[in-house]
């Protein structure tokens, strides 16, 4: 079985549920805690490309940094919101889990279930 990745928050219940669900299926998982070691704007790019979503699909928009950062604003390039998310990683979504070239979001933690 290939090594999943996991970006990780522990003190998020999702991503704790997410985690454990890999851990109870005998996964191979890295563990990343985004927090610590935030990603860089490259690999948030391969995250989005993955995931084949937008940058705003990825932002926790009720997190006061968001509005702190004026992140609603449409204006807003990707590649200014790719920044704000690596340089606040707190508002990236969480938990991503990675294997190879697939990857989800585990909201529902269940959803991970699909990469192994």
């Known amino acids: 079985m290939a090594t ?17 669900l890999l851990t109870n299926a005998n996964a191979e998982v890295e563990i990343i805690e985004y927090l610590k070691t935030p990603p860089s704007v490259e690999q948030v790019k391969t995250i989005l490309s993955i995931l084949d979503i937008e940058p705003r699909a990825l932002i926790r928009t ?3 940094e968001y509005k702190e950062q004026n992140l609603n604003n ?10 704000a ?3 606040t990683p707190k508002l990236i979504e969480r ?3 990675v294997k190879g070239n697939q990857a989800c979001i ?11």
């Open 106 to 116: 585990g909201r529902p933690p269940e959803n991970v279930l699909a990469l192994l």
């Open 4 to 20: 999943l990745t996991i970006y990780h928050n522990p003190r998020c219940s999702k991503s704790r549920q997410t985690l454990e």
């Open 74 to 83: 449409k204006d807003l390039t990707d590649t200014q919101l790719i920044a």
């Open 85 to 87: 998310m690596v340089a």
């Open 62 to 64: 009720k997190e006061a």
């Open 95 to 97: 938990p991503i889990v």
